[in-house]
């Protein structure tokens, strides 16, 4: 007989981060940009929570380590394809973004399949935290457009896209070459 999985307050955190997107995507879509706003920041903040909270008290988990970054990516990446379709965000720095996350994902599917684990690094960790401040901005920035006491909002909306698309590039180059061995027969 199997157990019943019983889901810890992190991993409900992080499938509520997963059952937001739809929301996120639809206030989006409808042109309520600020209920995005808000859907987003809450669900980043669940990222946040999360992590404290399963480091905390020992409830880190397997569902939890894998469903934890997907999550983000998720969230994350559903907001800059909604960017593309208007315009907010060319679509070579979504093909950018994606090719490292298909790269690094490969890297450690073929590293598992070898017994080799992974882990993420520190350029990973910050090109996240950059992509989620950028998001927000961008949305803001959307939400707003045309109001000229709010043209900082678009410099630094532009400031965080494209130094989460440096970090981007940086962290994909830095797993490629700290993990050459998984390359190797």
């Keep these: 007989m199997r157990k019943a999985f019983k889901m810890n307050l992190p991993n409900k955190l992080t499938v ?28 980043s903040l669940t990222d946040l929570l ?7 008290y020992n409830l880190v988990t397997n569902f939890g380590k894998i469903m934890d970054p997907l999550a983000d990516k998720v969230l994350v990446y559903s907001a800059f394809c909604l960017f593309v379709a ?4 060319p679509a ?7 090719a490292r996350e298909f790269l690094v994902a490969g890297m450690r599917t073929v590293a598992a399949s070898k017994g080799i ?17 950028a998001v927000p901005l961008l949305l803001f920035q959307k939400a707003w457009t ?8 678009i410099i630094l909306a532009k400031i965080f896209l494209w130094a989460s698309i440096v970090m981007t590039i940086y962290s994909g180059i830095s797993y490629t070459i700290n993990n050459k061995e998984v390359f190797k027969e």
């Design 92 to 98: 070579w720095m979504l093909i950018v973004i994606l």
């Design 50 to 56: 999360d992590g404290k909270i399963a480091r905390k």
């Design 117 to 133: 684990v992974i882990a993420a690094d520190m350029g990973g960790k910050i090109k996240t935290v950059l992509q989620m401040i």
């Design 146 to 153: 045309g109001n000229p006491d709010l043209e900082i909002i």
């Design 16 to 43: 509520g981060r997963v059952i937001a997107v739809p929301f996120f995507i639809a206030a989006y879509l409808t042109g309520h940009c600020y209920t995005a706003f808000i859907i987003f920041i809450l669900a």
């Design 86 to 89: 208007d315009g907010l965000v």
